[in-house]
């Protein structure tokens, strides 16, 4: 999304909300469906009939499964335990192959439009061991908005019907969870109990939501347009010429990619909050001061957060916890130690959330190896845990003192950041090239090379210094939004005035700027 | 030991320096990760002989020690 876009959106999400204020509360929730539907056709256009096939299967897989729940209900009457426990059964089978149908169906769709290139490459790849050369056809559709993150929303939907988390609703409201148009650019991932209620409770002005929501917005596209597309000139210059430098320069373009994604991505969803606040609605939560987290597995509870609750409501718990796992854990009580009974299932389970989070993230080789470097940091870490532990109680040492804090800080940062390395080097030997060429020394002046300007590297470390700043603040529970809630209204007009034009007269557009592609946008 | 102190004594085994008798946002606050609840969900279907399914791991069934408990003998009755 560049600021032409973004400004277009927010135009946009403003016209929304002056029609859906003047209309009464019962309409409002279709007011958000039909401008759903508008800005999805008018990015879209003919993919749109995705979106649908999407929203109509999984309605309808939720009334298959809620009728056979009702059929249930009405032929346990009167039998005994065992008998239950047989019919109870036997409608779970019937209402499995209703839910495999639908997931097959929708992640087909997307393995077609997403993944089709590269699964025909690596056909063609393993064709040429055999020395068959074989051209396999290659297709060129642009990807319908945010496919990658309504198919999982919608699939999650359909889950919690089958497990009784919620009872399913009626086809508008299936279709308005699905298709809400701030979350389709790049999520968050949301869940139906939690966001269908206030999509359909027509909320009316409020002046906090206004002013909040708002406040929101625009913090979003500073961060966007100021910040992350500044320290795209940088990164975008240290990736596409790697060759060039070494040392330092490589360090600082991994790290400053690093703020750039947090910046951008971070934005683009404050920006999707932002919006949902006018309408009173609450999207789930994305990012918690990353940065601050002390092992990988936390970062990972703080970094993509619908993402990561996405995969372990999904992925990570039914694999961990499925019959065979439940069966082998019996097998194994009271012969070996608890540990292996909690590695062996959350290894199983932890490299299917990885192979799966890696091939999520991009149609790649590149992306696996993103996945799996991830995968084994963890499956170390739950290893070296009862070491660790044992050590800390050996020694007496208190593992929460701050020195150490600090130093698992620090180094789940430079872990993450390998890890940003791996995701933004335009190939996979690039990525190892540049990881070698670390260690090489020298440097080169970007500035003397007229890569960027002084006034550009001074913005960008300001702009990193006020992400920094911010989660300080933010992990020391001192709450920003509500600071500025409470000032008076003139003052917070002021304020949103001030931060409108901070984007004008500082953002990184116009000329002798490019707008970078965004980096989770067109999954 | 009743059955609450055998549970106690299951979640002090994985967390070792958290009064579970205080806590009531073991998810939400991240006193439990996944991880700690795959281990206690085998500890508990190990102590207990019942069977917690992936439809059972929501953040109210794990919230306190109360809410586990009462898991537990709603599992028990169900079997």
Redesign the interface.
Known sequence: MNTILIAAYILFATVVYGIYLLLPKKARPFCLLAFSFLFYIVYSKFMTIFLVLTIVTVYLGGIGINKLNAKFDKQKEGLEKDERKALKKKFARKKRWILIGAIVFNFAILAVLKYFNFFTSLFEGFLSWFNVSASMPVLKLALPLGISYYTLSAIGYLIDVN???CTGGGFWQVALFVSFFPQLFEGPFASYTELSPQLQAGTGFDKDNFFGGVFKMLWGWIKKVVIADRLAIIVGEVFSNYTQYNGLIIVIGIVLFTFQLYAEFSGLIDIAQGTSNLFGIKLAKNFEQPFFSQSV?EFW?RWHISLGNWM??YI???I??SKGM?KL??KM??KVN?FW??FI??AIALLAVWLFCGIWHGAGVKYIVYGLYYYFIMIGG?CIAPLSNLLYKKTGINKDNKFLKICRIALTFILVNFGMLLFRANTLPAAFDMFGAIFTGGQLDLIGLGVIEVADVVMCALGVCALIVVDILKEKKIDIKAGFLSQKNYLKTIILVGMIAFVIIFGAFGDGYIPPDPIYGNF | MDNMDKLIEILKKIKPNVDFSKEINLIES?VL???D???L???I??EYDV?????H??PENFQSVDTIYNLIEKLADED
């Open positions: 497990r009784g988390k597995p509870r372990k409501e990570f718990y039914p961990s916890m439940m854990n019996k009580s009271g608890t009974q909690v299932p959350s739950m | 991240g990760t996944s991880f609840i795959i281990r969900i085998v500890e279907n190990n069977e917690i399914t992936p439809l791991t929501t």
